[in-house]
């Protein structure tokens, strides 16, 4: 290989990390972004202030996903697109409650599955099968079954307002996670 074809693979490679470098910082950004948009959505979808105690449910986090900064850059890409993904379906249900505005239902989902799609452009399809398989046999898997019980959980109450109440407020501090877990595509 000659001179100038190493300068221009160097050129290359440079070129290349750069624009992912500048994608994870303009991607935090976006995700902080409409992790504020989804809480203000969420907040206005308060229903009947009901006294919802006696549904309570704790929904067994697990113990990994509270310690984000284990986590690598490459596999809390994963990790955001699948709650992001996870979120979006408990609440397409969300159009049930009659408390709730369907326009701000709607909002909160064109939010979440814009997000997802950012996501998935600027870093998950590049990212490989290597770190998704890492990501998913780690922890994507046992947090999958999380968003089950929470499924379940309002499948049993019959979907009604206090549910909803309860598993709103669950998900609405997901978003102060998936914040910190975002702080990982700082460099
Ligand atoms: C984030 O939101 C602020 C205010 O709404 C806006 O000025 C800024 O351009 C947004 N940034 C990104 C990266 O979307
Ligand atoms: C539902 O929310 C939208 C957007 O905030 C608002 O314009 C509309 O008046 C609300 N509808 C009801 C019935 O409160
Ligand atoms: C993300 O990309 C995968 C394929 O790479 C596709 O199956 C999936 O539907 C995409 N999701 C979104 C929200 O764009
Ligand atoms: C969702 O929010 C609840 C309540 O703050 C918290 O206990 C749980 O760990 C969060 N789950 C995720 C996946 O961030």
Redesign the pocket.
């Known amino acids: 290989m000659n001179n100038r074809c190493i300068l221009q693979l160097a050129l290359l490679l440079c070129f290349s990390t750069t624009a992912l470098s500048l994608s994870y910082n303009?991607l935090r950004?976006?995700q902080f972004?409409s992790s504020v948009e989804c809480q203000k959505l969420l907040e206005q979808l308060n229903g009947r202030p009901a006294d919802c105690l006696s549904d309570r449910m704790d929904f067994k986090i697990p113990k990994e996903i509270k310690h984000p900064q284990q986590f690598q850059k490459e596999h809390a890409a994963f990790v955001i697109y699948e709650m992001l993904k996870d979120i979006f379906h408990v609440f397409k249900k969300g159009y049930s409650n009659p408390d709730w505005n369907n326009t701000i239902v709607t909002d909160l989902l064109s939010e979440l599955h814009q997000q997802m799609d950012l996501l998935n452009t600027t870093v998950v399809e590049k990212l490989g099968e290597e770190n998704k398989r890492q990501a998913y046999s780690m922890i994507i898997l046992r947090l999958k079954s999380y968003y089950v019980r929470i499924r379940m959980y309002l499948e049993a109450k019959l979907y009604s307002s206090c549910a909803w109440t309860v598993v709103r407020d669950e998900l609405y501090w997901n978003f102060s996670f998936i914040n910190r877990l975002t702080d990982k595509f700082q460099n």
Do not use: I
Request: proline share 0%; net charge neutral.
């Open positions: 303009l950004l976006q972004n």
